[in-house]
């Protein structure tokens, strides 16, 4: 069954920078209990993007909204002390913000938007205003 995407979301993992990819997929199998991955797509500090989860398939990003949801996460989202910041590197921006054209020319009616703007989420997630980033995000080599 095809998926209507109305959204397409931002997170952050909530995790220090240095996580690897399979630390977080067996927390959310082992703590969590989840069958299905908390994303679609996770970006690695280096720009490298993993996909975790088919986009026909329904991941774990905001709850009441999965059905209609493809999630994206950077690593990271916070510092040493536990704290929302926005630690992303050029390589995870650029990667997210190319990532987040590619999805949108594909869903073009989905909204992009961060878990922290959905209604009822008390997280800071992904730990920086996606609207404005967007608006204001400029791509290297464009002038």
Not at 19 to 47: D, F, M, S, T
Not at 72 to 100: C, H
Request: aromatic letters at 10%; a positive charge; proline letters at 6%.
């Amino acid at each position: 069954m095809k998926r209507n995407i109305k959204y397409i979301v931002v997170h952050c993992t909530a995790t220090p920078p240095e996580a690897k990819v399979e630390n977080i997929v067996r927390y959310w199998k082992e703590q969590l209990g989840w069958k299905n991955p908390g994303y679609h797509y996770i970006i690695k500090r280096n720009g490298e993007i993993v996909s975790l989860l088919s986009e026909d398939l329904v991941s774990n990003g905001v709850k009441n909204y999965n059905q209609q949801s493809v999630h994206i996460s950077y690593i990271g989202g916070i510092d040493k002390n536990n704290k929302p910041v926005d630690n992303r590197t050029p390589e995870q921006k650029k990667a997210m913000f190319n990532k987040l054209v590619a999805l949108s020319e594909k869903y073009p009616e989905a909204q992009i938007k961060g878990h922290r703007d959905f209604p009822g989420v008390i997280k800071a997630c992904p730990s920086f205003d996606v609207r404005t980033w967007l608006k204001d995000y400029i791509p290297e080599g464009v002038t």
